[in-house]
């Protein structure tokens, strides 16, 4: 059991981890061949989808109040609207 903190702290890295797999793979669509395009999205995906079932699911079956309803909860959550939001 984790405390509260440690959530909040482990919530909000993984949520910047996936905005920047996300970006990752926005700009690596015009960059590589359709083929290999494909086998990155595929594989990130795949590590997008460890991380929400692996360790976000778990954070919010401990603390459903910090599962987001929208949205802009999710970015308020990853502090994704902060600047410098991959320094803090």
Not at 8 to 13: A, C, M, P, V, W
Not at 27 to 56: H, L, R
């Amino acid at each position: 059991m984790m405390n509260t903190e440690h959530g909040t702290e482990i919530l909000r890295t993984m949520i910047r981890a996936m905005a920047l797999l996300n970006n990752s793979v926005a700009k690596m669509q015009n960059q590589m061949s359709e083929s290999e395009f494909v086998i990155y999205k595929q594989k990130v995906a795949s590590i997008m989808g460890a991380i929400s079932t692996d360790i976000i699911a778990e954070i919010y079956q401990e603390f459903p109040y910090f599962e987001p309803n929208d949205v802009d909860e999710w970015r308020e959550a990853g502090g994704l609207d902060l600047p410098n939001w991959l320094e803090s």
